[in-house]
């Protein structure tokens, strides 16, 4: 069992990674681009507010 943000893994050599999101669910950081290196612990995208959803409290 993980817990949330521990690391579940490593890419080496320039391994491509697919990340699937539903529609509407995420905004992609703007700090993405095509060819954009990423490092380790850095956000990809904010998860969305829903409709009905309640935000939970920061920690």
């Given at each position: 069992?993980?817990?949330?943000?521990?690391?579940?893994?490593?890419?080496?050599?320039?391994?491509?990674?697919?990340?699937?999101?539903?529609?509407?669910?995420?905004?992609?950081?703007?700090?993405?681009?095509?060819?954009?290196?990423?490092?380790?612990?850095?956000?990809?995208?904010?998860a969305l507010?829903?409709?009905?959803?309640?935000?939970?409290?920061?920690e």
């Open positions: 069992m993980l817990l949330k943000g521990q690391e579940m893994g490593r890419f080496k050599l320039g391994s491509t990674v697919i990340n699937l999101f539903a529609p509407g669910r995420v905004k992609l950081a703007e700090s993405l681009e095509a060819e954009s290196v990423t490092r380790l612990g850095q956000p990809l995208a904010l507010p829903q409709p009905g959803e309640t935000v939970a409290a920061a």
